[in-house]
């Protein structure tokens, strides 16, 4: 079965960087679309970032643009998130997630990791 495993959160300085790995297994992903999202307390989850495995396209929420780059290690089968100049607003439970390409609800998720960016 498909499986999500996020790695690579911790708690970090306002204006610092973090990088999320997502590996994922169990089946191709070439025709599915990876996301990112998150949630931080008391708030409901929000989209941050997805790319589309087979054509590289990627799409960012407007808060996330020009400080998180989405990008996909097909050797790894490994979606990554680089996220620079963190803000203590970024700080949320981050979720890796998967969906087949023509599909609007993405079906599979991981388990999280915590990213806390400290004023």
């Known amino acids: 079965q498909v499986q999500l495993r996020e790695s690579g959160g911790g708690l970090v300085q306002a204006g610092g960087s973090l990088r999320l790995s997502c590996a994922a297994s169990g089946r191709t992903f070439s025709d599915y679309v990876m996301a990112w999202f998150r949630q931080a307390p008391g708030k409901e989850r929000e989209f941050v970032a997805a790319?589309?495995?087979?054509?590289?396209?990627?799409d960012y929420a407007d808060s996330v643009k020009g400080r998180f780059t989405i990008s996909k290690d097909n050797a790894k089968n490994t979606v990554y998130l680089q996220m620079d100049s963190l803000k203590p607003e970024d700080t949320a439970v981050y979720y890796c997630?998967?969906?087949?390409?023509?599909?609007?609800?993405?079906?599979?998720w991981g388990q999280g990791t915590q990213v806390t960016v400290s004023s």
């Open positions: 997630a998967a969906k087949p390409v023509p599909n609007a609800r993405y079906d599979y």
């Open positions: 790319i589309n495995w087979r054509t590289g396209y990627t």
